[in-house]
């Protein structure tokens, strides 16, 4: 079977990124794909809320997703992707279409949430967003994604759920280690060689 994913989901700033990044050190010959290297690069050139954006977003993205399906050099590498999804979406799909098929990757979701005052502190922190790339720095924009519900999960036996408030990212990149770990090793049940079922 080709090597699973992972996938990082949460609010902005809760530490998504840095999570993904501490896994893939225990994780050698991995890849972190992280949500703003597809979007960031379609921004440039067709600001968001245009008539283009999502359409040019979402191509961009199969894109980049297609070779983690076809390419047979890309099987045994582990993918890593980090995402702010409250719900299921075209672009969910897009990362869920991984683990379609007798073939199909296994997914693992991963939900990370921290307390919001921690939230905010860490969504302010130098180095964030800016010039850099268009990570969300704007604690008010923060609260009203907060407010208007929760994060997306898949409520199956291959996500975790963290809270990270006061984790430090290498120990809550080793807990998740460790919870694909044994996963891995109590296998997959017959109904999931075909995909595991995403919709909400």
């Not at 079977?1 to 050698?28: D, E």
């Not at 850099?132 to 009203?144: I, R, S």
């Not at 809550?172 to 296998?187: D, H, L, P, S």
Request: net charge negative; aromatic share 8%.
């Amino acid at each position: 079977m080709p090597a699973y994913v992972i996938y990082i989901n949460g609010w902005p700033g809760v530490g998504k990124l840095t999570v993904a990044r501490q896994f893939q050190k225990l994780m050698p010959g991995s890849q972190v794909l992280h949500n703003h290297e597809l979007i960031d690069p379609v921004e440039k050139r067709h600001p968001r809320g245009s008539a283009r954006y999502q359409m040019k977003r979402a191509e961009y993205r199969q894109a980049r997703l297609k070779p983690i399906m076809q390419d047979p050099k890309l099987k045994d590498t582990v993918f890593i992707f980090t995402d702010s999804q409250t719900e299921h979406s075209e672009c969910v799909g897009d990362y869920t279409d991984l683990g379609l098929g007798e073939r199909g990757r296994r997914i693992y979701s991963v939900v990370l949430h921290c307390e919001m005052e921690e939230n905010m502190r860490r969504l302010a922190m130098a180095g964030r967003g800016g010039i850099l790339n268009g990570k969300l720095t704007d604690v008010e924009v923060l609260k009203q994604y907060r407010s208007r519900g929760s994060i997306l999960r898949f409520g199956d036996d291959d996500e975790v759920e963290m809270d990270v408030t006061d984790i430090e990212p290498e120990e809550a990149a080793r807990r998740v280690y460790e919870f694909v770990e044994r996963r891995e090793r109590e296998g997959r049940s017959e109904v999931d060689w075909d995909g595991p079922d995403y919709s909400i």
